[in-house]
C-alpha cells in the first residue's frame, strides 16, 4: 500500500502542506478566523453581495414558497420553475438565446468539456486554465494540446495541423494571474480553423463589461463569436452554482450530454431566485465596480512604489510575485501577524517558482482598509529582502 503518511511528511518539508482555517460569521472584508479578526483580501467576493442585505432578505422570502431542498435531478422532477426564471434571467443578462444552471463552476467545465468533446476529439486548452478544465479535459478523453499561456500564435499553429473536431477553451480573466485572454483575437482563429470557443469568464462576470456582464462582453462578443460562455455565481454574484449560455441547440445538446447537469440533484430553488435578485445588483452595481477599480489602481501604484512585483493584471486579483514557497508563505504569516489574511499561492496550483501572494480586492473594501494593507506591506517588505519575513 502506497505511504500516505510519508507523503504528508514530505509536503510538510516542502513547504506545499495545505491547512483549512476556521471561519465563523459571514464572508466579508473583517473575517473571524479561529476566533481572531483578520482584515481579508482573499476571498473573490468581488462585489461584497455574499453577505448583501437584499440577497438574503430574497433568499428568506424564496423558502416558504419554493421550500428547501432541490430534491431530484432536473430530469426527473427536480426542474423547479426558479430554476427556470434564473436561466432566462441569464440568458437575458448575457446576450445569449439560452442558459443552463449548474451546481458548481467546476462541475460545469467537467460537464461542458465531457459533452462537446470525444475520443477522436481535440481540446486546445491555455497552460494556466483553471483546475476544472484541466479536470474536464481529462474526463472527455480527447486529445489534450495545451498552449503556452496567451500566445495565440502557437495555438494558430497547432489548430491548423489538427484535423477533426476541435475544441478550444480558456479562462476569461485568469483566476491565479489576473489577466484577461486574448478573447478577440481566439474568436478569429476558432473561425478560421473551425474550433468551437468555450470561454470561463468565471472572474470576469460581474467585474468587467457593460452592467458587469464580462470580459467577453466587455469586447462586445457575441453568441456567434463566443458559442459557449461559462460563468460563475459564487464569485462576483455572491451566491452559489454555475451557468453556461449559449445557442439554444447547444444547451438542449448539454442537457441531453453533460452528465455534470444529469446526475445531480437540483440546487435549492430558493437560491436561484436569490440569485436572481443579486443579478439585480450586479447588473446595477456600477458604483460598486468604479470603486473596486479605484482601489486596484491605487494598489498598483503603492504596492510597485514598495518595491513589490506585481503582474500585468487590471482585474480585482492582484497577485504579488515571491516566487520561493517557503518565503511567500512566511509573508502571508507576517502580514497575519499584523491583522491581514492573504493566502500564499503555491505550486501545484501556481508553476513550481512562481509562489505568489494573491491578493484579491472586493468592492466592500474601503479605501482605509487598503491603507492598512500598504502599511503592512510596507514594514514587512525589508525583512523580505532580508531573507527573514518576520
Ligand atoms: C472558481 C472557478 C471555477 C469553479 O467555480 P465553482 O463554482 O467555485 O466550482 C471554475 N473556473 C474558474 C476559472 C474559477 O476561477
Known amino acids: 500500500m502506497r505511504n500516505f503518511t510519508a507523503e504528508l511528511e514530505q509536503r510538510k518539508q516542502a513547504g ?3 491547512t483549512r482555517r476556521h471561519i465563523s460569521g459571514p464572508q466579508q472584508p473583517v473575517l473571524t478566523s479561529d476566533g481572531k479578526r483578520l482584515l481579508s483580501f482573499c476571498s473573490n467576493d468581488y462585489l461584497g453581495l455574499a453577505n448583501h442585505p437584499s440577497n438574503i432578505d430574497a433568499l428568506r422570502n424564496a423558502l416558504p414558497e419554493t421550500g428547501l431542498g432541490g430534491a431530484a ?23 445569449r438565446s439560452s442558459a443552463l444552471y449548474f451546481s458548481t463552476g467546476y462541475m460545469a467545465n467537467l460537464g461542458v468539456i465531457s459533452a462537446l468533446a470525444g475520443r477522436g476529439d481535440t481540446v486546445f486548452s491555455d497552460r494556466l486554465n483553471h483546475a476544472s478544465i484541466i479536470d474536464g479535459c481529462i474526463l472527455s478523453r480527447a486529445r489534450v494540446r495545451r498552449y503556452a499561456h496567451g500566445d495565440v500564435a502557437s495555438l494558430a499553429a497547432m489548430l491548423a495541423e489538427t484535423g477533426g473536431h476541435k475544441l478550444v477553451v480558456t479562462d476569461g480573466v485568469f483566476s491565479m494571474d489576473g489577466d484577461v485572454a486574448p478573447l478577440r483575437e481566439l474568436v478569429a482563429v476558432c473561425r478560421r480553423y473551425d474550433a468551437l470557443l468555450v470561454v470561463d469568464d468565471a472572474h470576469g462576470f460581474g467585474v468587467l463589461g457593460p452592467g458587469g456582464r464580462g470580459s467577453v462582453a466587455e469586447l462586445g462578443l457575441s453568441e456567434e463569436d463566443v458559442p459557449v460562455l461559462v460563468g460563475t455565481l459564487g464569485k462576483a454574484v455572491g451566491t452559489s452554482g454555475a451557468f453556461v449560455a449559449g445557442p439554444a441547440g447547444l444547451m438542449d445538446y448539454l442537457v441531453q450530454k453533460a452528465r455534470t447537469y444529469i446526475y445531480t440533484t437540483a440546487m435549492p430553488p430558493a437560491l436561484a431566485l436569490a440569485t436572481c435578485a443579486s443579478l439585480d445588483l450586479v447588473e446595477g452595481g456600477e458604483g460598486l465596480r468604479t470603486h473596486l477599480q479605484g482601489l486596484v489602481e491605487r494598489f498598483r501604484g503603492q504596492a510597485v512604489a514598495l518595491g513589490y512585483r506585481l503582474m500585468e493584471s487590471r482585474t480585482p486579483i492582484q497577485p504579488i510575485m515571491i516566487g520561493d514557497n517557503r518565503a511567500a508563505l512566511a509573508l502571508s504569516q507576517a502580514l497575519e501577524e499584523r491583522g491581514l489574511l492573504v493566502t500564499a499561492i503555491r505550486p501545484p ?42
Open 16 to 18: 506545499l502542506y495545505r
Open 73 to 95: 435531478s432536473h430530469l426527473v422532477c427536480g426542474h423547479h420553475e426558479a430554476h427556470h426564471l434564473l436561466e432566462e434571467r441569464l440568458a437575458a443578462f448575457t446576450g
Open 349 to 390: 496550483t501556481v508553476p513550481a517558482g512562481e509562489a505568489r501572494l494573491r491578493v484579491t480586492f472586493s468592492a466592500a473594501h474601503s479605501h482605509g482598509d487598503l491603507d492598512c494593507l500598504i502599511r503592512a506591506l510596507a514594514e514587512c517588505r525589508y525583512s523580505l529582502d532580508a531573507g527573514s519575513v518576520a
